[in-house]
């Protein structure tokens, strides 16, 4: 699973949910992850319809497999205020964290999915990626989906 610094996009100014999956896509394909930002959105959005990825604690790991996915990849994006992600505590979301994998890649998608998962109930793991630098975040991520 791919994690680097330039996967991390801070001070984010997005309004909903759309536009920020949107913008990972954007950088994905920019990155060379994807072929298609408008495919990787669109796997996204429809991800998120069959049951939301907002976690709770102000978090949300949306994810999607892809065919349009080259490598699997992560991404860490902290937003200046939350956007409703209809999220199982009804918190605004300001910490995204998205897995992208190409379809292929099922076992890894659900290994990283369950690492993060266990670590965003933790408080002190959510106040370092809201507080934290892209240095700090790399290696908080980095450490979680090894």
């Known amino acids: 699973m791919r994690f680097d610094k330039k996967n ?12 920020v999956l949107r913008r990972i896509a954007t950088k994905a394909s920019e990155l060379g992850y994807t072929n298609s930002a408008e495919a990787v959105t669109q796997d996204f959005l429809e991800r998120e319809k069959e049951f939301s990825t907002g976690f709770g604690n102000g978090v949300a790991i949306p994810h999607a497999k892809s065919d349009d996915v080259k490598e699997a990849t992560v991404f860490f994006v902290r937003l200046t205020k939350g956007v409703d992600w209809n999220s199982m505590d009804d918190s605004l979301v300001k910490d995204v964290i998205a897995i992208m994998v190409p379809i292929k890649a099922s076992k890894e998608h659900l290994d990283t999915l369950a690492k993060l998962s266990r670590k965003i109930i933790h408080s002190d793991f959510i106040d370092q990626l809201n ?8 290696d908080l991520i980095s450490e979680t989906i090894s």
């Open 8 to 19: 991390i996009i801070l001070d984010v100014t997005d309004e909903n949910q759309e536009q």
């Open 131 to 138: 507080s934290g630098n892209k240095d700090t975040i790399l």
